[in-house]
């Protein structure tokens, strides 16, 4: 690894940069993971001093690799005095060329390794990357010490038509080696255990299709609203912010074929491929809800539509639910029960295999109907996996009860968890790209969607609203049980 690096954030006064960007960045220095003469030069339109963008920084900073109190804020300390801030417009060449002299001046050149992250809004993607293409900060794409790399976030485009003209027009700044598309939920720690798990562990993998497993679902929900970033939200909704992207990556992982290798390209191949092998949603196997106010004590827990910032008329989904199949060899005939909502009864991020019933239950007369196993992976809160099983409840009678087989991160792993974005930024110095999403990948995954975006942006009614904190529109159950699926309290 260089000595060096700068490290440039657009978007800097951001939440992403605040509470997820600089904090890892700040963890990764903690670990002595960065650098030694790393710097981060954040750039966005609010004008700040330095000073005053340190003490910004400063508050989402926290002590999690070195709990010693005096020793952290001199850790702190330390890492404040090598962020910088720069003000200007996104789509100014020459704030990006002030920017870059001031890279010079305080890293002594604009040689060694750099990389830019673009956490800005969609509407301001382009002219950014057009502008800092004019400065030729971005020119030089050299393999070994001296590379420049550019980490983009979602939404890619809105669609597979105008994520492809996103992708040619960022074509002509970046090349293909130096763009890294980030779906940070590749960097959560259980995910990146799905394929050890499956491949590394000679138990699941024969069990691990058609024969033997019934239905899987895939369930993301979160307990608040939308909160601060309506705009955003609003322009996009459910389907394009969390189900296309997070959801999709998930159910690649779980039902991808095993690579050739532990390798980058080789992961990749094997995700395109899953998700080539899913045909387009049907609008029949797809739900859509929209929040409504709380069923009892409205109070804080306003309607969608009551949200500030959100249009009184807006008929963006807050809640999708789909159901999916894969047609290949080992999952044709299995449903994929995927779900995202927002102010839902709880904050869950996991996937579930359900296995078929037994073939023949000798213990019918005490135990007719026995629940089927299933395997849970829990990615968020408290990350686990969880195996239900059939046990016998010790006692002097036959009492047959599930029960889990499990291994909590927490208990099992008593050292600190990393974040996703400490991970995949880690990756991004290093270059190791088998975290992010290739080019092709995305367009698989936004050919899965493009038939039903018409219907989700222009439906004659509201979807279906579904009161805050509950577990979603009744269309929901309709549709599972179209499909022979039952839905289970989650774990
Ligand atoms: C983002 C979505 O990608 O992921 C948000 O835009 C969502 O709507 C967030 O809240 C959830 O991320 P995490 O890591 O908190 O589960």
Not at 110 to 116: S, V, W
Not at 227 to 242: E, N, P, T
Request: with cysteine; proline share 7%.
């Amino acid at each position: 690894m260089s000595a060096q690096l700068a490290i440039i954030i657009a978007g800097a006064s951001g939440d992403l940069a605040q509470k997820k960007l600089l904090p890892a960045l700040f963890s990764l220095y903690a670990q002595q993971l960065l650098p030694a003469e790393f710097r981060i030069f954040g750039f966005a339109r609010t004008p700040l001093t330095d000073a005053a963008f340190r003490t910004r920084a400063a508050e989402h900073l926290t002590c999690r690799y070195t709990p010693e109190a005096q020793a952290c804020a001199a850790l702190m300390a330390q890492f404040l005095a090598r962020c910088h801030y720069v003000a200007g417009e996104y789509g100014s060449r020459d704030a990006f060329l002030d920017l870059a002299d001031r890279v010079r001046q305080i890293a002594g050149s604009l040689g060694g390794p750099r990389l830019f992250y673009l956490a800005i809004p969609p509407a301001i993607f382009l002219d950014t990357a057009r502008a800092l293409g004019d400065t030729g900060l971005i020119a030089c794409d050299a393999p070994g010490d001296d590379w420049t790399r550019v980490v983009i976030e979602k939404p890619f485009g809105r669609d597979r038509a105008s994520s492809d003209r996103l992708a040619a027009e960022l074509a002509r700044v970046f090349t293909d080696e130096q763009t890294y598309r980030i779906d940070h939920y590749l960097g959560k720690e259980v995910l990146q255990n799905l394929l050890v798990l499956r491949f590394a562990n000679q138990v699941f993998e024969p069990l691990w299709n058609r024969t033997y497993v019934r239905d899987v679902r895939i369930c993301w929900k979160e307990d608040l609203g939308v909160g601060a970033r309506a705009g955003y939200f609003d322009a996009y909704g459910i389907v394009r912010d969390v189900m296309q992207n997070h959801l999709m990556q998930m159910l690649a992982l779980t039902a991808m074929e095993p690579p050739v290798a532990f390798a980058a390209q080789a992961i990749r191949n094997e995700k395109v491929r899953v998700l080539r092998a899913i045909p387009p949603l049907r609008p029949e196997d797809l739900v859509l809800g929209q929040y409504a106010a709380a069923a009892r004590g409205a109070g804080g827990r306003p309607a969608y539509r009551a949200e500030p910032g959100v249009p009184p008329d807006s008929r963006t989904a807050t809640y999708a639910a789909a159901v999916l199949r894969v047609e290949n060899e080992r999952w044709r005939g299995v449903p994929f029960f995927v779900e995202c909502g927002k102010a839902l009864d709880g904050q869950l991020a996991a996937i579930h295999l359900r296995f078929r019933d037994v073939p023949s239950n000798i213990f019918d007369q005490t135990a007719p109907g026995l629940p089927p196993n299933e395997l849970i992976i829990r990615v968020q809160p408290d990350e686990g996996i969880f195996y239900r099983i059939v046990n016998k409840v010790p006692g002097l009678n036959l009492r047959l009860e599930p029960t889990e087989l499990n291994l909590r991160y927490r208990t099992a792993f008593p050292g600190v968890i990393p974040e996703a974005y400490e991970s995949l930024l880690l990756d991004v110095i290093k270059g190791d790209k088998s975290l992010f999403i290739r080019g092709d990948e995305l367009a698989a995954a936004w050919d899965i969607f493009d038939a039903v975006l018409p219907a989700v942006d222009a439906r004659p009614a509201v979807p279906e609203l579904y009161p805050y904190g509950s577990r979603g529109p009744a269309g929901r159950a309709q549709l599972a049980a179209r499909h022979g699926l039952e839905l289970e309290p989650p774990a």
